[in-house]
């Protein structure tokens, strides 16, 4: 399948989908509309809420806060979870002792973790970057720890055998069989980093997409929580194309495996 015809197909089933939710929700049937408006709000209300913000200017000071948010979480999170992941992989008697704490944190609900970062980081963007931290490092540690764990036996002894050092078995066999695995789970941390910051800006914040979304709901503004909802997701659409684009970059080497329609 063409890249062309792969992007015609995927905005085909937006607009049958827009259109579904406009007929259901403005068209009677047997006297009734299927969903009312009041609930559901339709496509037309949301988009011209969409553009009043972003006519208007209100959108950009909420995008820029959430944007730090998730950025900063995102490097963070990715950052430590990299660092852990390889570090337990090249100690498996360290692993094996911590093994259960990690395990318990990431059991840890992370909507009961956000009033304690409240009330330890306040209101402002840090106790947000920690709930999004918290999201953000688990994904990452467990792919990467994976990923090094996974290399073949083989490849590290002929990588032996040819007299390469820990260094360099770094840099050529532990990471590049690492990076597969780590953007397989940076492409779904992007998503969790967003949610961290909008979850910690629904729950007390004075600014943000969260915040936004939260006003909205506050008044009964259907429009405006499907508003939110949609910047949010073409938010993260933006941020994971970043990653795929830099991921592309990185795994050059990797083979291109040909698939058949």
Same mark, same amino acid.
């Given at each position: 399948?063409?890249?062309?015809?792969?992007?015609?197909?995927?905005?085909?089933?937006?607009? @049958?989908? #827009?259109?579904?939710?406009? %007929?259901?929700?403005?068209?009677?049937?047997? $006297?009734? !509309? &299927?969903?009312?408006?009041? +609930?559901?709000?339709?496509?037309?209300?949301?988009?011209?809420?969409?553009?009043?913000?972003?006519?208007?200017?209100?959108?950009?000071?909420?995008?820029? @806060?959430? #944007?730090?948010?998730?950025? %900063?979480?995102?490097?963070?999170?990715?950052? $430590?979870? !990299? &660092?852990?992941?390889?570090? +337990?992989?090249?100690?498996?008697?360290?692993?094996?002792?911590?093994?259960?704490?990690?395990?318990?944190?990431?059991?840890?609900?992370?909507?009961?973790?956000?009033?304690?970062?409240?009330?330890? %980081?306040?209101?402002?963007?840090?106790?947000?970057?920690?709930?999004?931290?918290?999201?953000? +490092?688990?994904?990452?540690?467990?792919?990467?720890?994976?990923?090094?764990?996974?290399?073949?036996?083989?490849?590290?002894?002929?990588?032996?055998?040819?007299?390469?050092?820990?260094?360099?078995?770094?840099?050529?066999?532990?990471?590049?069989?690492?990076?597969?695995?780590?953007?397989?789970?940076?492409?779904?941390?992007?998503?969790?980093?967003?949610?961290?910051?909008?979850?910690?800006?629904?729950?007390?914040?004075?600014?943000?997409?969260?915040?936004?979304?939260?006003?909205?709901?506050?008044?009964?503004?259907?429009?405006?929580?499907?508003?939110?909802?949609?910047?949010?997701?073409?938010?993260?659409?933006?941020?994971?194309?970043?990653?795929?684009?830099?991921?592309?970059?990185?795994?050059?080497?990797?083979?291109?495996?040909?698939?058949?329609?």
């Amino acid at each position: 399948m063409s890249r062309v015809t792969l992007l015609a197909l995927q905005v085909m089933v937006a607009v @049958v989908s #827009l259109m579904l939710w406009q %007929l259901l929700t403005t068209v009677p049937v047997f $006297g009734r !509309v &299927l969903l009312p408006p009041f +609930f559901f709000s339709n496509p037309l209300d949301v988009a011209h809420q969409i553009y009043i913000w972003f006519a208007t200017g209100v959108i950009w000071k909420h995008l820029w @806060v959430t #944007l730090i948010e998730a950025v %900063l979480a995102f490097f963070i999170g990715s950052i $430590g979870g !990299v &660092l852990v992941g390889f570090w +337990f992989a090249r100690q498996p008697r360290t692993a094996a002792v911590f093994d259960p704490y990690v395990k318990m944190a990431n059991a840890l609900p992370r909507v009961v973790l956000a009033p304690i970062f409240t009330l330890w %980081l306040g209101l402002g963007i840090w106790s947000k970057v920690a709930l999004g931290v918290t999201l953000v +490092f688990f994904i990452v540690f467990f792919n990467v720890y994976q990923g090094v764990k996974e290399v073949s036996p083989t490849v590290l002894a002929n990588a032996r055998m040819l007299g390469m050092n820990e260094r360099q078995l770094m840099r050529h066999v532990y990471w590049p069989s690492a990076l597969s695995w780590m953007f397989s789970s940076l492409h779904t941390s992007v998503g969790f980093a967003v949610v961290g910051a909008v979850v910690g800006e629904y729950l007390g914040a004075a600014a943000g997409l969260g915040y936004l979304i939260q006003q909205a709901e506050g008044i009964f503004d259907v429009a405006g929580v499907f508003a939110g909802m949609f910047v949010l997701a073409a938010f993260v659409i933006v941020i994971d194309t970043i990653v795929t684009v830099i991921e592309k970059r990185l795994l050059v080497w990797r083979p291109v495996v040909e698939t058949r329609p």
